[in-house]
């Protein structure tokens, strides 16, 4: 065993480091990992973190550094994505139909919610819609309610948070902040 | 670009439509929302009406055409709709009810409509709600972020498992079986006797390729006892097993 005295980094190496291991990660990465990686502690991985977000805000470059799915992720900037789309040969991907959308809505803000409860909120079954976001991934099964006839309950996934780009789910904004808007038609 | 994005959508101007499918059959189409509550939202809309003092009598009768036109649906849609025409129809009776004009009582009478509304404010806010969502992801669409890098975690290549083993020991064992075998002697080798000889050929060799070393055997019986030890050693022993291409040969490496 090597013994070698550490020398404690500096704080703009921390932030290089954070950048480094963001850039590679392939999911967003969350502060947990990149400090037990660095083997500093949170708070430091947290404000070199910000200070490599602001470093982005600042460079207005092709790059965003943001939190999205309880992660750190590096991506292009929405302005570019003409061109980002041209070099990758990619199209935007087939939207989700507004019936899936509005089944995911309730799921969103009623999480865990039953397929009864969904029904009750929609005024119309919800199957096929269920069964596209499921094969979608973007909700999964949160077992079952203790009621008659023991219910599956839904709840958003991962994978909704990263297609939605959110941080967390109290980043949707709150359901009552629609009830203004409904009552204005 | 050949297509401009559409970044909101209004559920409000989808117009319900009836369309001829085929023949002898209707269809009703409400955008893609197909639900009694739509269907009351856009009358609602269509009467210009307060969604607090629906005019239930006007936005009954209109309902009601809707679903005549529907009798020619399939009966699973058509139900939900039918339940929401006898809420109406009640709604309204119970509207045309006289009142007592007692000021008391007007104070504690429900609104038999309230339900209604309330249901309706709830699905409304709901549909809002799918429409942030809509925009958010055509937003999220025009983001993108790095692909995967190749990692040993990641990469096939060198996750050989359990499976990969029998299949590259199949294949030798298939080939083993078109080779006319003359066995004049039958030779015993033992489990022990064969990881001796495995673990000896690891370590002088770092890396052994198991197609190599599975050829090596003549019976039937010396493969099996071969991949026997071969499993052994996996699990007792430091070794790597590695494959570079699928199904191609694996090679069993000291860590």
Redesign the interface.
Known sequence: MEVEEKQPRSISEIVSITEALIFVADEPITVKTLADVLEEDKETIEAAVEELKQEYEEREGGLQLREIAGGWQISTRTEYHEEVRKYLKTRPNAKLSLAALETLAVIAYKQPVTVPEILEIRGVQSASAIKTLLDKKLITAKGRKETVGRPMMYGTSKDFLLQFGLKDLSELPSIEDFEDLAQGM | ?EQT?QLS?D??TEKPQITRESRDELKLHL????????LL?YLI?QEQAN??DIPIARITDEYLKYVRLMKHLDI??AG?FLV?AATLIEIKSKMLLPKEITEEAEEEMEDPRELLVR?L??????????Q???E??????????????ESDE?NAETNASVFDLLTVFQKILSRHKEEVQMEIEREEITLADMLKTLKKRIFEQKELSLLEFFEEMHTRRELVTAFIAVLEIVRTESVRLRQTTTFGDIILKKI
């Open positions: 670009m994005e959508f559920f409000y955008g893609e929302f197909n639900g009694p509550l739509d939202l809309k969604i607090f699973s849609v939900d929401m249901q404010l709830e699905h409304q806010k709901f549909k809002n709600a799918a942030m969502l809509y958010r992801t055509t937003v999220e669409q025009a983001v993108f972020s790095r692909g995967k890098i990641n």
